[in-house]
């Protein structure tokens, strides 16, 4: 009996493990279906990453051990250019780490970046950090949602935001690269995917240099509108955007939904961008708000039961709606506190839509963001500009002095040099300029 039970148990075994065979092609091609293969196979790797992790095998690990050991030590010392070799090492023993990417990407795009004295020196570094996620950690972990999020957040914090000193010159330096790219503000897709040999070089140089899929990128933009991508916040939504399919936990869809909406939130603000007598000028984009307001719905009705998404998008549609307030578009404004009324709760209750701009639009400038404040003042350049072709000089001068005015009493709270470079705003001079292309262009 004994005998005979031990061979059907073993003839069950061949069975399953046949059965298993024959589900292996399926089970591979499933895998690379859904990304759970985070790297291509190591034999495409450089000769060392191959070397270090084929002939060390087992070693691998202590070895890694001892130098993150190594690397904390050195972390907790400021001994930052001391860390770049060593976790460079690390990230050949063992390619598909995700957490030594990240940590080595910080290390060269904020620590090492900040030491700096020059901009183009911190450019370097910053940028050195974006092509280490991008060229090498993702090609080692394309299943990796966090990395896709932290390439993500380089793009949308480090170069789209105002926390570095030299913010203006990131943005400078990777608009002068998109723009030499696309020769504008979006690519060709027609000729692009047509096969255009004309746009062969192009193609190329976007798939191998940037890493970007022109095809995501029209899939994007049939998503939330036409993007500048020459502004660091459209390559913020690319990456996050790309990573959401590999998202298996709710924080890091979560993560991945919020920087596609914070990214567009800022492109709504202050994504604009003109260059004015060799100057960098950004201003709101207040036609993409129907795009920003389909990114939050997504997010939505991808599950997330995240409260801070309801505090965002309250906070979203109350300065959209002061934003078209300024620049006389009273009906996008209303509309937009009719939505506010329906979400309920805030400053909205009890409220007209003449009282709650009235309230906001009191606000001092000098306690304005400075999305805001540009706001203020450029649409009142535009009014005066207006005000002054059509014949009405006396209220075009009023109007001017009152823009003039705003601009000196917010100006004069960035007393700190540093702080008026990295938040002040553009000389009035040039708004103004801008102002008036704008009114001969309609």
Known sequence: MKKL????????????????????????????????????????????????????????????????????????????????????????????SSAIWTFQAWNLSYNISVLMTSPEDRWRWVYHGVKLLRDEGLFYNRGSAQLYKELGWLYQHKIGSDSDQAHWYYKRQWYGMMEDLFGGARPDYERLLGGDPEFAAILEEMRKRYKLDPARMREIEAEYGPLDWRIPESHAVYWAYTGLPYARKDFHRDGLSRMIFQSLVATFQHGDFHIVDGNLVNLPDLDIFPYVDKAFQNAYSSGSRNPTFDE???????????????????????????????????????????????????????????????????????????????????????????????????????????????????????????????????
């Open 312 to 442: 965002a998008y309250y906070n979203f549609l109350l300065d959209a709606m002061i934003l078209n307030f300024y620049f006389q578009r009273d009906g996008e404004a209303r509309a937009i506190f009719e939505r506010l009324k329906e979400i309920g709760a805030g400053q909205v209750e009890g409220q007209t839509f003449e009282s709650l701009v009235a309230s906001l639009s009191q606000q001092p400038i000098e306690g304005m963001r400075r999305h805001q404040a540009i706001s203020l003042i450029y649409s009142m350049l535009l009014q005066s500009v207006d005000l002054r072709d059509s014949g009405s000089a006396s209220k075009a001068d009023k109007m001017e002095a009152a823009a003039r005015e705003n601009w000196q009493r917010f100006q004069a709270t960035r007393i700190n040099p540093n702080f008026m470079a990295r938040t002040g705003l553009p000389p009035l001079d040039l708004l103004r300029e801008l102002a008036q292309q704008e009114h001969s262009s309609e």
């Open 5 to 96: 039970t031990t061979a059907i148990l073993l003839l069950a075994a061949i069975g399953m493990i046949w059965i298993a065979g024959t589900r292996h092609d399926e089970l591979v091609a499933m895998r690379g279906e859904y990304g759970l293969d985070q790297a291509e196979p190591l034999e495409n790797s450089p000769p060392l990453v191959a070397f270090t992790t084929v002939a060390l095998g087992g070693f691998r690990g202590l070895l890694v051990d001892a130098l993150w050991m190594r690397l904390s030590r050195l972390q907790s010392e400021g001994r930052y250019f001391e860390l770049v070799q060593l976790a460079d090492w690390i990230t050949k023993l063992e390619p598909r």
